[in-house]
């Protein structure tokens, strides 16, 4: 019988993605529907279906959009070649990257300009990870895995840079890192604050949770990358867990024996969905419900640039 849920703190929505939501929502305000925006602003389809019933049109690439149009680009960041074609087609572009993911790309350009390889650590396909790939693709070459490390091939091996994707957390990329500077000791290593610590905090929370429950209920996008490293923390800790993009996914089945169930969500889930969660064990099980705080989380990003000169000269 469930006794209790425990919801995680903090959880859903970073600061980034706020500020990306805000960017779309702010632009179909200020100019109207349609706002294209290239790839999904954040990887959550409830938050695209939000956006597309409020007038925004999502594309996979600049080419679809129509010439000298309005385009958004995604929280993830994006290639030099995607900003060079918006302006070919005289696109009018806001940029809602992350600024956590902007400072990586800064670097991967300053260290390509110094001539080093750069390693970059993360997940291949990753929308975020291909972004950065295109500043220095002559440069880069990416590492995902311990394997992957081990056999990496450097022509110089003195003059290597590592970064990392900003949604794989300190215990995510240790194993490599560790990998990676015993083969070549003098590579210059990515700075902590290059770490998302929306990701950071929110694992955090989860290892607290996971010593307090008997199973853990993740809410996000099988293509969030930071929810899925959630649901493996909550593995690797050894407390089961799911990852549920709504309430539509639970299976009755999970919860057999179950007596305390722990909840969080990605850093792209909307809080309505985790409140049909609770909705759900409220009207169905009556448990007790209590918050695991792990950190205070009070960062704020301000509107892309684009956006904040239009509305100061409103």
């Known amino acids: 019988m469930i006794k209790e849920i425990i919801l995680a703190e903090p959880r859903g929505f970073c600061a980034g993605v706020i500020r990306a939501i805000e960017a779309v929502e702010e632009a179909l305000r200020i100019y109207g529907a349609p706002i ?5 602003i954040v990887h959550n389809p409830f938050v695209v279906k939000e956006l597309e019933q409020k007038g925004a049109v999502f594309v996979e690439e600049v080419t ?17 070649t995607v900003k060079a074609m ?15 993911v902007t400072k990586v790309h800064i670097e991967a350009v300053k260290y390509a300009s110094r001539g080093n390889t750069i390693i970059l650590i993360g997940h291949e396909g990753h929308d975020e990870v291909i972004g950065t790939m295109g500043e ?10 311990v394997e992957e490390a081990q056999n990496i091939h450097i022509t110089d091996p003195n003059k290597v840079a590592v970064i990392s994707q900003t949604t794989l957390s300190v215990d995510d990329t240790k194993g490599i890192l ?21 990701t950071q905090n929110r694992q955090d929370a989860v ?13 996000g996008a099988e293509n969030s990358s930071n929810s899925q490293r959630l649901r493996e923390v909550a593995s690797i800790v050894g407390t089961p867990s799911y990852l549920i993009t709504n309430i539509s ?3 009755v089945e999970w919860l057999d024996d179950i007596t305390r169930i722990g909840i969080t969500s990605g850093a792209s889930t909307p809080e309505k969905l985790v409140d049909e969660v609770v909705l759900f064990f409220e009207e169905n099980y009556g448990p007790k419900f209590r918050s695991l705080k792990a950190v205070e989380e009070d960062i704020e990003f301000s509107l892309p640039p684009e956006i904040v000169e239009i509305k100061k000269n409103m």
């Not at 220095?136 to 895995?145: D, I, R, S």
């Open 36 to 40: 294209y925006v290239r790839k999904q």
């Open 64 to 80: 679809e959009v129509p010439e000298g149009a309005r385009v958004i680009f995604s929280a993830h960041g994006i290639a030099p």
């Open 86 to 100: 918006a302006t070919q087609r005289s696109l009018d572009f806001i940029d809602a990257t992350c600024p956590l």
């Open 136 to 145: 220095a693709p002559e440069n880069m070459v990416l590492v995902g895995t």
């Open 178 to 198: 560790e990998v990676l500077k015993g083969r070549f000791p003098s590579m210059i290593t990515p700075a902590t604050s290059d770490i998302c610590f929306a």
């Open 207 to 219: 290892k607290l949770l996971a010593k307090e429950v008997d199973l853990i209920l993740v809410l």
């Open 249 to 251: 996914e639970l299976k």
